[in-house]
């Protein structure tokens, strides 16, 4: 009965996996929606999403403590994520939408180098043929422009960030509530935008401004759902699900964020049998990783 339950907790969190790389891959469309600059959007972002994040807390009582040696760590791991955001939107405001999410998918090959070397064991052969799997199915997708190149060197060290980011979230919140690990993660990414900002109106000749009524709204949707919903969830099924794989099942967001991009953004582009071919690889590396994840954790429970 024991191994039933865990189980179906463990199906629980693939759900809420997927569910949090849907919500992902709309975040490439709203990063082309907004008319904000990359360092603004991701200003308002955070902080809209601390204030939201804030006032749910403050309203349930339930305002986070931690001791100051924990709130130092997870404000760093938080100014990674700012830095994430930053290179990301960067990536989209230089190049489109798919470019971005496309670059996105080597989350998985660089857990796949960064996990082993943190965790000082060998680099898992299975591990990196995943990675590479999902990687040629993404170059299948979509045959990148060469005059993206600057959208696609700021999307690559995106995706090296976000992997560093999901490792050192995996290996400081273990014994830390999400709730906790969100709001201080928040916070730290806040304040670093905040520091920053100042040198990105000096040296590339940037102005405050204040968003327009339409990128107001898409920024309070893109601060509830895709940021406080979307990492929550993500904190969440680090606790069960090994990083790899939840880097590697990342891997859809360029499908889904694609797909998007052609819907609202205008980004249409033919389905032909590359692109069919692509999604089926990157289907396949992660249904499979997830597969024989999800029978190595059974086993051991049994």
């Known amino acids: 009965m024991h191994n039933i339950v865990m189980d179906k907790t463990l199906k629980k969190d ?122 040629a199915g993404i170059s299948l997708i979509f045959n990148i422009d060469t005059h993206f190149r600057f959208g696609i060197i700021l999307g690559i060290l995106s995706s090296a960030v976000f992997a560093f980011y999901t490792i050192l979230n995996k290996l400081y919140g273990k014994n830390i509530n999400s709730r906790n690990m969100l709001f201080y993660e928040l916070l730290g990414g806040s304040i670093f935008i905040t520091a920053i900002l100042p040198c990105y109106f000096v040296f590339a000749n940037l102005k405050f401004c204040l968003p327009s009524i339409g990128d107001f709204v898409y920024l309070l949707i893109l601060a509830f759902f895709c940021t406080v919903g979307l990492y929550i969830l993500h904190i969440q099924v680090l606790r069960r699900i090994p990083a790899f794989t939840v880097s590697l099942c990342g891997n859809l967001e360029p499908v889904y964020g694609i797909l998007l991009a052609m819907i609202f953004c205008g980004e249409a582009q033919e389905l032909s049998l590359s692109f069919y071919s692509g999604m089926a690889l990157i289907l396949f590396s992660v249904f499979l990783q997830s597969f024989i994840s999800t029978r190595k954790r059974i086993e051991k429970i049994c």
């Open 14 to 135: 693939y759900i809420k996996l997927h569910i949090s790389v849907l919500l992902a891959g709309f975040t490439g469309i709203f990063g082309k929606l907004i008319s904000l600059n990359e360092i603004m959007l991701v200003w308002y972002r955070l902080l809209f999403a601390f204030a939201i994040f804030y006032l749910i807390l403050l309203t349930a009582k339930k305002i986070p403590r931690e001791t100051s040696q924990n709130i130092l760590k997870i404000c760093g791991i938080g100014a990674l994520l700012g830095i994430h955001f930053l290179l990301f939107f960067g990536s989209i405001k230089y190049s489109n939408v798919a470019v971005g999410v496309v670059c996105y998918s080597l989350v998985g090959f660089f857990t796949a180098i960064f996990e082993p070397l943190i965790y000082k064991r060998a680099i898992c052969s299975n591990d990196l043929i995943f990675s590479l799997l999902a990687v």
